[in-house]
């Protein structure tokens, strides 16, 4: 009987936060040939986002922000995503990891 309070709990907690993510706005990055588009994604500030970020690139690309304390490698032809918690207004640095001489952009919270 306790294993099965704790598998419904634990069911309504998953539930409740897929609920959530789904309110949560979406933002899309691309990432080919060493560079990323777009070079400035604009997302609210406070508020919790997602980032969607497809690599379309023949070899792999690596999504990096030292300042956000996020990493995420993609395969050629991968898409992933990202949850931020809310940002304060500003402006954020990310690169790819792979490409860091053309593969420079930032995500602005306004």
């Known amino acids: 009987m306790k294993h099965a309070l704790h598998s419904a709990a634990l069911a309504l907690l998953l539930a409740a936060g897929c609920a959530f993510a789904d309110d949560m706005p979406t933002f899309k990055v691309l990432m080919k040939n060493g560079h990323i588009i777009p070079e400035a994604v604009e997302v609210p500030a406070n508020t919790r986002f997602r980032l ?3 690599n379309e690139g023949p070899g792999a690309a690596e999504f990096e922000s030292l300042e ?6 993609l395969a050629p032809g991968v898409t992933r995503t990202m949850v931020f918690f809310p940002l304060k207004p500003g402006s954020y640095k ?6 860091p001489e053309t593969g420079q952009a ?3 919270a306004k």
Do not use: A, Q, Y
């Open 68 to 73: 956000l304390k996020k990493e995420l490698v």
């Open 94 to 99: 990310f690169f790819d990891d792979f490409h």
């Open 52 to 54: 969607e970020v497809k």
């Open 106 to 108: 930032r995500i602005v």
